[in-house]
């Protein structure tokens, strides 16, 4: 005869286990140390102000901007391109050979192609190919720091000497959404290493990830659709103030061991929002904070906040960078800066050398570069 | 076809990877594998530092086939710091004033976008060298 056998209860799906405590955490740090061989930064060149955009829908009296403006990609420009020139930029930083990165990985919302991998374009054209992992990685706007924890994993574990992790877009708004003030164009990409020789080590991370339907883009939509205010607090604070506050108490830090903080920035007010709510002090975000000038670089833009902090930075000090996915979720990075940074930051072109060139557009030229204008 | 001829081209469009010959030291592009200078075989691959100069320039309002989306686009003959004279559109020019002797360097762009279905093909194109040295916002200037 049957007998059904009961379930044993340490099975059970799911409950409690949210509660963990931080204490409990394991914080993800391989046993090599690891860290940022390179890093590089791209912005294209063009603006549009966000005065220009208000212009546009509510005339000269419209509201007031979010943020003061966005980069825009030139006609010719895509991920592909943009991120072999930060890739370009990470390599120039480093004196090694392009053949011994074992993985190209691009994290990105607006890949070139549906099929057809962004990732093996810029390996092919750095010279990475043909013995190497390449892949797109797609989290909405943490595409490109998840890649960046597979990177160091990757490294840590010793299957690979060097990994290459991007995080880039070309970010669309539907014309006239509150999100078209700030869907900017941008990113960054982090050559991972091994700790000697790197600018920046590695001290732990950590992820904060929950099923959550703030924002997202069907298949064969061109764009992306978002639940308002609801982005907001379940959104964005609930991950990053998670990540930020776990990645600290289990490392035994408090927001003033850290010279220098970058948070995803959708626009200047929740990254500033959630620093505040942490404890940092407005400073501690400067560097990091772009958005103003260049927009929301989605995948591109805790990463690209990094460059920026890393162009300034002093050997010693600590950096904590969090950035976020809709979807939805959080990774925090840990990191120490070496002395190989003084040397190692003026051998390719800052991000701000980027941040100040700048072309400005008119919306008209704005909807021909963003492919807003349909000739067929 | 089309597409096969395109991965053949492309490990030199991407990157500017020419040749140098091992006899005379003289730096070859496009890639021939015999030395125009002295005729001895070159097969040995070089990486071109992609800096260069306009050597003259011209703008095309009436663009062939496949390049009528970026059109007007300035195509110009670029004399490369190591020596060899490249044929490539420039970028990022629009509000620059163009002119012979401005240097300019390599980046890898769109050469052509076949629409929504076809591929994407990229390869070098020359900018305005971007003025580096940017004043950093210093650690104390926020405070
Ligand atoms: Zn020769």
Redesign the pocket.
Known sequence: MCVPRPLPTCYSLGLGRDKLEASHLKIMKPNRDVGIVGYGAYVPRYRLRGTEISRMWEGEQGCTPPIKEKAVPGLDEDVATMSLEAARNALKRTAIDPSRIRAVWVGSESHPYAVKPTSTIVAEAIGAVPHTLAADWQFACKAGTEAMQAALGFVGSGMADYALALGMDTAQGRPRDALEYTAGAGGAAFLVGPAEESVAVLEGSTSYVTDTADFWRRQHEHYPAHAGRFTGEPGYFRHVIAAASEIMAALGRKPADYAHVIFHQPNTKFPRKAGRELGFKSEQLEAGLLVNDIGNTYAGAAMIGLTGVLDVAEPGERVLMVSFGSGAGSDAFDLRVTDAITARRACALSTRDYVVRRHEIDYATYARHRGKIRME | MEIARHWRLQRHRYSLVGEV?N??G?KIFPARDV?P??N?P?KTPYTFSGKGEVYSYSTVHHPPEGFEHFAPYVVALVRLVEGPLVAAQLTDVEGEKIEIGMPVEMVTRKLRDDGSKGTIVYGYKFRPVIAGGAAVVAKDAAV
């Open positions: 010959c006899h005379c003289v030395c200078e002295c001895a070159a």
